[in-house]
């Protein structure tokens, strides 16, 4: 929502939990609030990926033990429509955690690592959500994704080479992806963008450091340094 920051995860209890940041008094709100437990399944260790609208409304995404997806919509008040509902084809296996990204309140994609170790995405248009198209790779671990400007969107993630890995969509079309930084790295990319075309990426190298690297578009040299 606006003016503050939602945060989710799991307990080991299998508990999803949410926690407000309330940006404006400057503190978290407590409790963390229990959401509905999964009806015959059990949430699996990888992150639950979130997409908060500009209109304040959630969805919310998690994977289970068996590598399915679950679906929970909460609004602007604070309230969760309904039960975790299950979403895509059984035929896909999903081994990582989601990443979620979009620029309107009823149009967004969903992103994860398939147990081929592809990179799958899918989109939902306002009336549905598609199901998973793959978009190649040999990864592991989570995808991250960050949207620089209208109409690009960039998703970076770890490959089997350990190296970071990226690709993105622009004007609606995939246009392909590269290895952003050969140097390997121990961690998955983490991203955030603050400017027009501007990301900031940051890695842990083998030598257990702080990497960032500064991304200015598709094809560019990525700034480098070491924290």
Known sequence: GRDRLEVFGRYSDDAMTWWIFDAVAGRWIPPGITLPLLEGATFSEHRPGAYCTSTGDIELFATDTAGRVWWLRGNSSGQWLSNWQRVFDAQTTIESGIAVAGVVA??????????????????????????????????????????????????????????????????????????????????????????????????????????????????????????
Do not use: C
């Not at 940051?202 to 702080?210: D, M, Y």
């Open 106 to 227: 009823d149009h967004f994609y969903v992103f994860a690592r398939a147990s081929t170790g592809e990179l799958v995405v899918a989109e939902y248009d306002g009336e549905q959500i598609g199901e998973w198209t793959p978009l190649g790779g040999a990864l592991k671990g989570t995808p991250s994704v960050r949207m620089p400007l209208e109409g690009q969107m960039n998703v970076f993630a770890l490959n089997i080479a350990d190296e970071p890995w990226q690709t993105w969509m622009y004007g609606g079309a995939w246009a392909g992806s590269w290895i952003f930084n050969q140097a390997p790295t121990t961690s998955e990319p983490a991203v955030v963008s603050w400017g027009f075309n501007h990301m900031d990426v940051l890695t842990r190298p083998q030598a257990g450091t702080l990497r960032h690297l500064i991304y200015q578009g598709p094809g560019s040299d990525p700034g480098r340094s070491e924290i």
